[in-house]
């Protein structure tokens, strides 16, 4: 079994604040990461001028929109957007419980990629609890399909990740990663791949209200010639589907705990991974909670998931 799957909850040593701008309000953006009580999970708030505004767990039941990126909540005044590099940061970093305080509807976009949190995490360091942590274990495959697209979770020994993209401009063409989660793989293959785009979608999403953050200091451009247009180029020759990887990992997350098993994507974001996780959780006999107590079916309600009783 993967390590970090068993074991103590943990959370932070200590708070840390982090700046930046978002990148679809392009307003500034600050969130600070506080140490979590045992059994807590993951909890994001949205502050307004100092008032709290709104307060979600981050578990599958409070996932909104998922066209440009995964977001908590449905109503723009109460959503928190862009968590995924932040999430797949703490997921692959073994952390179990954390308070995220949002000044505002949208966390820094950084450098369009996970680095900064990891960093951040690393420097304030990670402490153990007293409690043990459960996890999700894949039982049985189950698989989501959109168009051409396509996820699916199968039963694994450990927490694999199997993502594959295919574009028809050839900067990057038909890409595929795959390998073992652990902090020591996101560290070096996939906390530096950054978000990317398309210059032909700029002005459309700038119309939209989108984007109105995006530069070339957070996010891979591709010209309509099909070349990258950042001065330095690309961090990794694959750098497209790392961060697909990357965004897979943060979305994967909204499970609420850690799993056990294998996940597969074939042109694949954040709207077919979210429907891969509740086709999962909906799925009778498709995963089940490892807990202390033993092994638990589990069912969904509004805070995420929850043992249902002794399996029979």
């Not at 990461?33 to 578990?59: H, T």
């Not at 594959?164 to 793989?185: L, S």
């Not at 705990?257 to 999962?280: D, I, T, W």
């Amino acid at each position: 079994m993967s390590t970090g799957i068993f074991g103590l909850q943990t959370t932070i040593s200590n708070s840390v604040r982090i700046s930046g701008i978002g990148v679809h309000s392009g307003k500034p953006a600050t969130i600070v990461l506080q140490p979590g009580e045992a059994d807590q999970g993951i909890l994001f708030e949205r502050y307004e001028n100092g008032k709290r505004i709104s307060s979600f767990k981050a578990v599958a039941d409070n996932v909104g929109p998922t066209a440009l990126c995964t977001v908590l909540g449905t109503h723009p005044g109460e959503w928190i957007a862009t968590i995924e590099h932040l999430m797949a940061a703490i997921y692959a970093l073994g952390i179990d419980n954390l308070v995220i305080s949002v000044d505002g509807a949208e966390m820094p976009i950084m450098d369009g990629s996970s680095r900064v949190f990891v960093d951040a995490l690393d420097e304030v360091g990670i402490v153990k609890l007293s409690k043990q942590r459960s996890y999700i274990k894949v039982a049985k495959t189950v698989r989501v399909e959109s168009g051409a697209g396509w996820a699916e979770f199968s039963p694994y020994d450990g927490t694999r990740f199997d993502v594959e993209i295919d574009f028809e401009t050839p900067v990057i063409g038909r890409q595929k990663w795959a390998g073992d989660m652990n902090a020591d793989t996101f560290r070096k293959e996939l906390s530096g791949a950054r978000t990317f785009g398309f210059m032909r979608d700029v002005e459309p999403m700038w119309a939209r209200g989108f984007a109105l953050g995006s530069s070339l200091e957070n996010s891979v451009v591709i010209a309509d010639d099909d070349r990258v247009i950042n001065a330095e180029g690309l961090r990794y020759e694959n750098e497209f589907v790392r961060h697909k990887t990357l965004d897979a990992v943060g979305d994967l997350a909204m499970m609420g705990m850690r799993f056990a098993g294998a996940f597969r994507s074939y042109r694949g974001g954040h709207a077919l991974n979210a429907a891969a996780v509740r086709k999962l959780f909906e799925t009778p006999g498709a995963a089940v909670i490892v807990s202390p107590r033993g092994a638990l079916p589990f069912r969904l309600r509004q805070e995420g998931v929850v043992a249902a009783g002794p399996a029979s």
